[in-house]
Nanobody, 127 residues
């Protein structure tokens, strides 16, 4: 599975932005899709997860109520709608695929090793 993110850019505090992640290749092998981010001086963290089959979701506490993960399976695309953006949301955002179904549907924070296929990342800067 190959993943390509798009939609990064600069946005003002309090604004909204949407990221997209399109999968190609053996797309049927995806069990869960996740959005992760790595901010300056921070470790990569899981932001949101969605199960491809059932649509169940998980959100990190830091984004709950502000971010929404969704998908269009006909387009093999996952979205991350980000509202009420804050400077601390500034990060490189990555989408990733969980092929094994480690925790899918998601019940807890995703672990990096559970996601074996990663996109190249897209930068979001909030100022």
């Amino acid at each position: 599975v190959q993943l390509v993110e798009s939609g990064g850019g600069s946005v003002q505090t309090g604004g909204s932005h949407r990221l997209s992640c399109t999968a190609s290749g053996y797309t049927f092998s995806r069990r869960c899709m996740g959005w992760f981010r790595k901010g300056p001086g921070k470790e990569r963290e899981g932001v949101a997860v969605i199960s491809v089959g059932g649509g169940s979701t998980y959100y990190a506490d830091s984004v709950k109520g502000r971010f929404t993960i969704s998908q269009d399976n006909a387009k093999n695309t996952v979205y991350l709608q980000m509202n009420s953006l804050e400077p601390q949301d500034t990060a490189m955002y990555y989408c990733a695929a969980d092929i094994q179904g480690w925790d899918c549907p998601p019940t807890r924070a995703p672990r990096l090793y559970e996601y074996t296929n990663w996109g190249q990342g897209t930068q979001v800067t909030v100022s």
